[in-house]
């Protein structure tokens, strides 16, 4: 069931789990996810960025939320950025918006999420927004600490604004890390407290179990997933194709079709997804 994300990250806050943010790009990933969530009663965010597609993805949900009904699940736009894609997303059915203005001064970020909540809230839409900035896994040793999210500003932005949960940076990274990641507990704990809002750690990927586990015991409710279920999918993928065009290949062979492909990929993103699943604690929490 198509839900507000807010109501999911609640029952996630009480319970003391996490829940996956997996991004979500065509029906393929979004069947995958929603069967991951089936098959181990889990809650589940579907993550959408703008380029993605927004009304498809929007026409979609409506689609697989009658396949898989009991499944508990929020339609999030990804990293908002022109003011454009969230009133599209909006308008598309999306569950929850994410204003992501995070580079922006910090009374620009506030009037700039302030609005977005002011619309979203008035049809019954979640609002997510980030403070502090999580960057790129790249440059990851030289940008780490420049965006780290300060407790005393988030507890006023969350006051100021009215968002319905908060994106810290507190030391992941988007993509591929260069470096070791090491996450600031101290300071997760440190906003968690001065916040009561559910929290979200962008860059889940590539930062290991262990890790996520503990900044969820501090206080996350939200893990962002893309580049490990991504590279998940793309290697079975890249074996179902070096096994159908090895040199010693019968060339009369049957080869796999590109939807067949495209099925491979998908079961190696569920099971990835499932995987997470145990790892935040929101199996049976449906």
């Not at 507000?4 to 003391?16: N, R, S, T």
């Not at 569950?95 to 970020?109: F, I, K």
């Not at 939200?222 to 065009?245: C, R």
């Given at each position: 069931m198509l839900t507000?994300?807010?109501?999911?990250?609640?029952?996630?806050?009480?319970?003391?789990y996490g829940i996956p943010a997996p991004n979500v790009f065509s029906r393929f990933t979004m069947e995958a996810c929603l069967q991951a969530a089936d098959?181990?009663?889990?809650?589940?965010?579907?993550?959408?960025?703008?380029?993605?597609?927004?009304?498809?993805?929007?026409e979609l949900a409506r689609f697989y939320e009658r396949r898989y009904p009991k499944v508990p699940f929020a339609?999030?736009?990804d990293h908002g950025g022109p003011f454009e894609h969230i009133i599209r997303a909006i308008r598309a059915g999306f569950?929850?918006?994410?204003?992501?203005?995070?580079?922006?001064?910090?009374?620009?970020?506030v009037a700039e999420s302030k609005e977005v909540v002011k619309i979203a809230h008035a049809v019954g839409?979640?609002?997510?927004?980030?403070?502090?900035?999580?960057?790129?896994?790249?440059?990851?040793?030289?940008?780490?600490?420049a965006g780290l999210t300060h407790p005393e500003e988030a507890a006023s932005f969350v006051e100021e604004t009215g968002v319905d949960c908060l994106a810290v940076a507190v030391g992941t990274s988007h993509g591929a890390y260069k470096g070791t990641p090491h996450l600031e507990y101290d300071l997760l704990s440190t906003i968690a407290q001065s916040v009561d809002v559910p929290l979200v750690l962008h860059g889940g990927s590539g930062t290991g179990d262990d890790l996520i586990a503990k900044a969820i015991a501090c206080g996350i409710q939200?893990?962002?997933?893309?580049?490990?279920?991504?590279?998940?999918?793309?290697?079975?993928?890249?074996?179902?194709?070096?096994?159908?065009?090895a040199p010693d290949v019968d060339p009369n062979k049957k080869k796999t079709n590109a939807c067949q492909y495209d099925e491979m990929g998908a079961a190696a993103y569920k099971e990835a997804l499932k995987h997470y699943m145990h790892?935040?604690?929101?199996?049976?929490?449906?």
């Open positions: 507000p994300m807010h109501e999911l990250l609640q029952d996630a806050k009480q319970g003391h098959e181990l009663n889990a809650p589940v965010i579907l993550g959408c960025p703008g380029v993605f597609g927004i009304e498809e993805m929007g339609l999030n736009l569950s929850s918006v994410m204003v992501d203005r995070s580079t922006l001064p910090y009374d620009q970020n839409v979640s609002v997510e927004a980030e403070l502090g900035h999580v960057g790129q896994g790249n440059e990851y040793e030289e940008t780490r600490d939200k893990v962002n997933l893309w580049t490990d279920l991504s590279q998940a999918s793309n290697m079975a993928v890249k074996a179902a194709i070096e096994a159908d065009y790892v935040f604690g929101c199996v049976d929490k449906a």
